[in-house]
């Protein structure tokens, strides 16, 4: 080997003034939802030496990603998107460990939360986006969310706490998912017509172990016989196929350059968070020039960004928290947090609202904040051991965390089974 | 419902209408995507109005269409439409930014 050539092949990053490449080494990123924005985050923080990364995506690569996800190929079509993208980052940097989860987010252990650094959004949803903003106040986990449509892009930084999250001034959801309450309507009764349309969809990927392709006509006739069925069984007028294309199959302009600028913002502000976030680990010559950089206004981390391909302008904004912001504000006395309880993993969530009746009536269920767990639902089916769910009151905003940890009755059953023979 | 009459006069903060008078101040709307010279324009709006009133105004102040959604943000904070202009505690001259609003693709 020439004596000449850099010995690192991250040697033209390590000469930055700030970097320790051990600290992107030593990080864990999970990127949820591994589209157009998400590809192009993965291969940012891949090649650049991230230590390990947690794809994901419930999604299956269709022929109208293959424009913009560079990850992915004409013979791909149909297959897993997490799966086919892990397989292409280990070859594009075989030392970075990278893990793929190709189920919904909602389903998503609570384990593989707690080991991340940092979580970031690439979803293409305002639902989605609510659940992993939840998640991320709730574990104190910093957040960069992303999102584009057409020409223009976005980016939001929530650090716990500290900055406006995802609710705050509750902005008001996109039409389509204005009659939608949360992911609970996949696995509760329908309460609106749409849930309806929801719960296909969920069935759908139960069944063929893939989302339903729009421009498939019988995928799209399958998707409105079971919304329909649905629809049917609980009373509620049913769906033509374009109203549920509509729905649920609705797909957003996108644009690859608006991608790629934003995934380039999102990536850079994911290695300024763990730079900031580690700053102690950091060499002493980095951390002071860090730190005088931070006191003198030159390095900071914009809580929101807005970019505009048609303008060519990027403008920043510090969004201010808002103090009664139903998810992020900050626990008052009357919540009581994190009390542990030994429930049978058999029993319904009524049981918990059973025995945390609080005034006034009318409790509900909700995991990691704002998924409503339905009343009769079964607790095993819906949440694993050692999960947290909120026990909420609707009159007076009373709160109760509860940390579940199932009881097991494994050493009587032994006993009995002892006594018979 | 009956067209309302309007007399206005841009010397004055109160405007009257058939329901009655309004009392209207003057705001600024600050639309980031436009030059620095170009970005900032005034405009009264109704004090006891709604947020959605308000970003009728930034529309008319800009010639936005009502096809591109937008959402104001004032002091960082994103405010409500349906909420009232009063309950943001806007005062004469205030600065209203104009931003875009529902994006929410990602792939």
Redesign the interface.
Request: hydrophobic share 20%; aromatic share 6%; with cysteine.
């Given at each position: 080997m020439n004596q000449d050539l850099p010995s690192s092949k991250y040697d033209r990053q390590e000469r930055l003034l700030i970097w320790d490449q051990k600290i992107i080494e030593n990080s864990t990123i999970l990127i949820a939802?591994v589209?157009?924005?998400?590809s192009e985050v993965c291969k940012n923080l891949t090649l650049m030496g991230i230590g390990h990364l947690i794809l994901v995506d419930v999604?299956t690569i269709e022929f109208s990603?293959l424009n913009r996800?560079l990850l992915f190929q004409e013979e791909d079509i149909g297959k897993k998107k997490a799966e086919i993208a892990k397989g292409r980052l280990c070859d594009l940097n075989p030392s970075v460990k990278v893990e793929d989860y190709s189920i919904l987010l909602q389903n998503l252990p609570q384990s593989v939360f707690e080991k991340v650094d940092i979580i970031a959004?690439?979803?293409?949803?305002?639902l989605a986006?609510q659940y992993l903003n939840s998640i991320a106040i709730e574990m104190n986990k910093p957040f960069v969310d992303?999102?584009?449509?057409g020409f223009?892009?976005?980016i939001q930084y929530v650090k716990a706490r500290e900055t406006?999250c995802l609710a705050?001034?509750?902005?008001?959801p996109?039409d389509e998912t204005r009659n939608l309450s949360a992911p609970c309507t996949l696995v509760g009764k329908p309460r609106i017509r749409e849930h309806c349309a929801w719960k296909a969809l969920y069935d759908f990927n139960e069944l063929l172990n893939r989302e339903p392709n729009d421009s498939s006509s019988s995928d799209i006739l399958k998707l409105t016989k079971i919304a329909n069925q649905h629809a049917k069984k609980n009373n509620f007028a049913v769906f033509d196929k374009k109203e549920l294309l509509q729905l649920v199959l609705f797909?957003?302009?996108?644009l690859i350059t608006v991608n790629a600028v934003i995934s380039g913002f999102q990536s850079q502000e994911i290695i300024k968070g763990l730079f900031l976030e580690q700053k102690l680990a950091l060499p002493e010559k980095e951390r002071n020039t860090l730190e005088n950089l931070i006191s003198s206004q030159r390095f900071s981390i914009p809580s929101?960004l807005?970019y505009?391909a048609?303008?060519g302008?990027i403008?920043t904004?510090?969004?201010?928290p808002?103090l009664d912001c139903m998810v992020c504000k900050k626990p008052d006395s009357s919540l009581k947090h994190l009390l542990e309880v030994n429930i049978d993993r058999k029993a319904s969530f009524k049981v918990l609202i059973d025995k945390f009746r609080m005034k006034n009536g009318k409790e509900y269920v909700a995991f990691r904040g704002n998924t409503l767990l339905p009343e009769e639902g079964i607790i095993e089916k819906l949440i694993s051991d050692k999960d947290r769910v909120t026990l909420s009151s609707l009159h007076d905003k009373e709160e109760i965390r509860i940390k579940i940890i199932f009881t097991t009755k494994k050493r009587k059953r032994k006993k009995k089974r002892r006594k018979r023979t | 419902m009956a067209k309302k009459d309007v007399i206005w006069d841009n010397s004055t903060t109160k405007r009257a209408t058939d329901s009655g008078i309004e009392k209207m101040i003057k705001v600024r709307f600050k639309d980031p995507q436009l030059p620095p010279d170009q970005n900032i324009r005034e405009k009264y709006i109704n004090a006891n109005g709604t947020v959605f009133q308000a970003i009728n105004a930034a529309r008319d102040a800009f010639n936005i269409p009502e096809v591109v959604p937008i959402a104001l943000l004032f002091k960082g904070r994103r405010m409500n439409p349906s909420s009232n202009i009063s309950t943001y505690g806007i005062m004469q001259d205030a600065l209203l930014m104009i931003v875009p609003d529902q994006i929410k693709g990602g792939n």
């Open positions: 939802g589209g157009g924005t998400g999604d990603n996800q959004g690439c979803v293409d949803n305002y986006r992303s999102a584009t449509e223009l892009g976005q406006a705050c001034d509750n902005p008001p996109p797909h957003v302009p996108s929101y807005i505009s048609l303008s302008t403008t904004f510090d969004l201010t808002d | -």
